[in-house]
């Protein structure tokens, strides 16, 4: 049978269990949603049981008032049972499907529903047991249901909305047919209202009163879809929030966090296609061929972390963007997604800071027994394009151009000429620096022209 052709309440479950295969798949896909859930069904139950707690404990504080017979100890003895079922459930929660949880939930409707169509034991008189409609007990649901909004999902507050109908119409069938009756109670009442048909019925003790026992009901299950509709609504909001939380980790892994923020809260499409003037930094290990053929594979691994987690350090802290890793080497670009006056700068500072954390990192992996590596860097500056590329499907925002192909020439170019880094004469104007060169403490030397490979003109440099 197809979903168009299904009857309407099939649809309606079918529509509800589409909802939470939903909501799993999308936690399952993502660690933040997941946490999100995790720590919003945790703190809420605790809060549900602190609420719940504090509810009956005024109830305990209320019967008294209600009932000052010493039969009301049969009830605050229930209510302590319902506070301790209210720590167990805190105790067994967990997030997700549970049927120990669900099963004690139904247990705590149940055993309300059975105490409210059951007559006291310790009750003196004796009375039908339709009698106890008229103490209005059905209003003592709308404490538990309160209470599980702020613990369960949506769809467990409407399913003990369901419960409560279910079970309610259970027990006021099982009244009117098999409770105790006293027929000359109702006589009585006729006689006593004899032309008063509507107030002595109303008033017979014997009277289940049908039509208000179906009004608890119908409305206990419009509040409980109301507060259902509003669980979906606040999940909805907790699902974007994740979702923003993961996009945001995300861009955390490209950019420095403090553009991060930026780009979070800007109109602007990062994504559209445009051109302008950006540093561009390569750099790669020397030699990691053979690095990676004469250790484990363990050994090569953990290299590439730290080298990745200091390479990602220099560029973070001097303003950079992370483009991509490249095996052993990486891309990062200076200016992007939005241009600084001090672009060719930073991406100078973040070159030379990552030569001093490869100094360190050799220190320390001399200390393991481990051979040093050599890290070359080669950073141009120039006019680049850049945006979304790709299909719809597979989306990844590219720098490329010339200015890209000249930097990744430079980083390559270290091993011809015997140094750490390579620099463009272009960067170093951009940068300012190219008149510290008379400075004992300027770590650049100016080299002659030098040929890049693929490009027919020759280039001013700068080494390190």
């Known amino acids: ?224 879809a109301m507060l259902a509709l509003k669980g979906w609504r606040s999940n909805q909001l907790l699902m974007r929030q994740a979702n923003l939380a993961a996009e945001r980790a995300n861009l955390s892994r490209y950019f420095p966090s403090s553009l991060v923020d930026v780009l979070a809260s800007t109109d602007r499409d990062i994504g559209a296609v445009r051109t302008q003037e950006v540093a561009v930094l390569f750099t790669d290990i020397v030699g990691f061929t053979q690095f990676a053929e004469h250790h484990s594979p363990e050994e090569v691994m953990d290299l590439l972390r730290h080298y990745h987690a200091f390479v990602e350090r220099s560029i973070f802290q001097n303003g950079g963007t992370l483009d991509k890793y490249l095996g052993d080497g990486v891309m990062a670009t200076f200016g992007t997604p939005e241009t600084k006056s001090g672009d060719a700068a930073n991406a100078l500072k973040a070159a030379l800071q990552l030569i001093d954390e490869t100094e360190a990192f050799n220190k320390d992996l001399q200390s393991r027994g481990i051979e040093p590596i050599k890290v070359s860097v080669g950073v141009h500056f120039g006019p680049v394009i850049l945006g979304d590329i790709g299909p719809s499907r597979r989306l990844e925002f590219a720098v490329v151009g010339d200015t890209v192909n000249v930097a990744s020439r430079l980083e390559a170019s270290t091993r011809e000429l015997g140094c750490k880094c390579v620099v463009s004469e272009e960067l170093m104007r ?12 300027f770590k650049f030397s100016a080299k002659n022209q030098i040929k890049l490979r693929g490009r027919e003109t020759s280039i001013n440099v700068w080494t390190v």
């Open 1 to 224: 049978m197809s979903a168009l052709r299904m009857p309407s309440p099939f649809r309606f479950i079918a529509r509800l269990r589409q909802l939470r295969d939903d909501e799993r798949q999308q936690a399952s896909s993502n660690q933040f949603l997941a946490q999100a859930l995790e720590n919003e069904k945790m703190e809420g139950h605790r809060l549900a049981v602190i609420a719940r707690t504090v509810a009956m404990s005024i109830v305990a504080l209320l019967l008294p008032f209600l009932n000052p017979s010493l039969s009301v100890l049969y009830y605050e003895a229930w209510v302590a049972v319902f506070i301790a079922l209210g720590w167990l459930q805190l105790r067994l929660a967990r997030v997700g499907y549970s049927r120990t949880e669900l099963g004690l939930i139904f247990l705590d409707v149940s055993l309300l529903t059975l105490l409210f169509i059951t007559p006291n034991p310790f009750f003196s008189e004796d009375v039908p047991t339709a009698f106890i409609y008229r103490f209005d007990n059905f209003i003592y649901f709308f404490i538990f249901l309160a209470a599980a909004t702020l613990a369960y999902s949506w769809r467990t507050v409407w399913a003990i909305g369901t419960w409560v109908g279910v079970l309610w119409l259970a027990g006021f069938i099982y009244v009117a047919v098999f409770g105790q009756k006293i027929p000359e109670l109702s006589e009585a009442t006729a006689i006593a209202f004899e032309g008063h048909s509507i107030v002595g019925s109303e008033l017979d003790p014997n009277s289940v009163r049908p039509s208000v026992r179906i009004q608890e009901i119908v409305v206990f299950l419009i509040v409980a």
């Open 430 to 441: 951009r940068a300012g620096l190219d008149e510290n060169a008379s400075n004992p403490d």
